[in-house]
């Protein structure tokens, strides 16, 4: 049987993403109600090398805690508890 480079590699990604197991988010597991800005050591764990937030694919948050970690964040920032960038 011929398959096509592309299909094949198709496939493989295909099989990858469905072995993949979805990770719950965290705030949810942890049963939190409102992430506070002040949390500035559970905030960082949510932040790349570079103080972006992780996208909610890296992350594993729920569309509700996601939302709330960012505006969490930028509070922490505007208060100067968090950086904006790190160069
Ligand atoms: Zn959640």
Redesign the pocket.
């Known amino acids: 049987m011929v398959v096509s480079k592309t299909a094949a590699r198709r496939r493989k990604k295909a099989k990858l993403l469905a072995d993949r197991k979805k990770k719950a988010?965290r705030?949810?597991a942890d049963k939190v109600e409102t992430i506070d800005y002040k949390d500035v050591v559970v905030l960082r764990k949510f932040l790349t090398d570079r103080a972006k937030i992780f996208p909610r694919r890296t992350s594993g948050?729920?569309a509700?805690?996601q939302r709330q970690l960012a505006t969490a964040v930028k509070r922490a920032r505007y208060m100067a508890m968090l950086p904006y960038v790190v160069e």
Do not use: P, S
């Open positions: 988010c705030f949810c948050n729920c509700k805690h």
